[in-house]
């Protein structure tokens, strides 16, 4: 079956430090790839997404993600970190020929501390 | 564009009364998906529609929702009988599928409690 993984329930970070929130998924083919974000009370908003070429991608308030097609993963990243980035993030992919059906990770509640 | 408006943002019901929650897309998308959010399950995709048509709505959990799209800047999604089970947050996200930099758009979803 076709998934997707954040392994990390929670992640803390100290501000100004780097993050990385994992994400690796389990799709056939060459899958579109995005991370969305969730603030309290709030819809989901897109980040970044990976459709071809460069393997980083960068994307909205400084986040960027490293496409990593032999260990299948998507990590979403930034050098540093500020404590408005409290937030719950979502990787999520669309397999190819899926009618734009994502696949969405559990998410990953992200703690910035000052 | 005001982006994708739900409505309501909130709504408080007693058990086995019905509920509808509404929503327009942004106007352009041919794509409207319905998503209910809770802590046990995540993220789960409901229905979405191509055009105004129900393409899959494999995951809808019972009998007792049901989605509509009468035209392509309106639908709803309504739980008859409700029940406190049902009580989550639903999104609607619409995407306009072709776009060569497409992507999808939430809304601020509607934040259902059913006693």
């Known amino acids: 079956a076709q998934s997707v993984a954040q392994p990390e329930d929670q992640v803390n970070v100290a501000e100004g430090n780097p993050l990385t929130v994992k994400c690796t998924y389990s799709v056939s083919g060459n899958p579109y790839l995005f991370w969305y974000v969730q603030y309290p009370n709030r819809g989901l908003q897109f980040l970044l997404k990976y459709i071809t070429g460069d393997n980083l991608v960068k994307g909205s308030y400084g986040f960027e993600a490293e496409f990593n097609k032999s260990q299948t993963s998507f990590h979403l990243k930034k050098p540093s970190a500020l404590v408005s980035d409290s937030a719950l993030y979502f990787c999520?992919?669309?397999?190819?020929?899926?009618?734009?059906?994502?696949?969405w990770g559990a998410g990953t509640k992200l703690i910035i501390k000052p | 564009d005001a982006g994708v408006i739900q409505s309501p943002r909130h709504e408080v019901t007693e058990m086995g009364q019905e509920v509808t929650l509404r929503c327009k897309p942004i106007s352009g998308h041919n794509s409207l998906f319905w998503y209910r959010q809770t802590m046990m399950r995540g993220l789960e995709l409901l229905i979405y529609?191509?055009?105004?048509?129900?393409?899959?709505d494999s995951g809808m959990p019972e009998d007792r929702f049901s989605a509509k799209m009468p035209n392509a800047s309106f639908s709803t999604l309504k739980i008859q009988p409700s029940e406190p089970r049902d009580s989550a947050v639903y999104f609607c996200?619409?995407?306009?599928?072709?776009?060569?930099?497409?992507?999808?758009?939430f809304g601020s979803g509607t934040q259902l409690s059913v006693l």
């Open positions: 529609f191509n055009n105004n048509v129900p393409i899959d």
């Open positions: 996200a619409s995407i306009h599928k072709g776009k060569a930099n497409e992507k999808l758009f």
């Open positions: 999520a992919v669309i397999p190819p020929d899926s009618n734009y059906q994502l696949i």
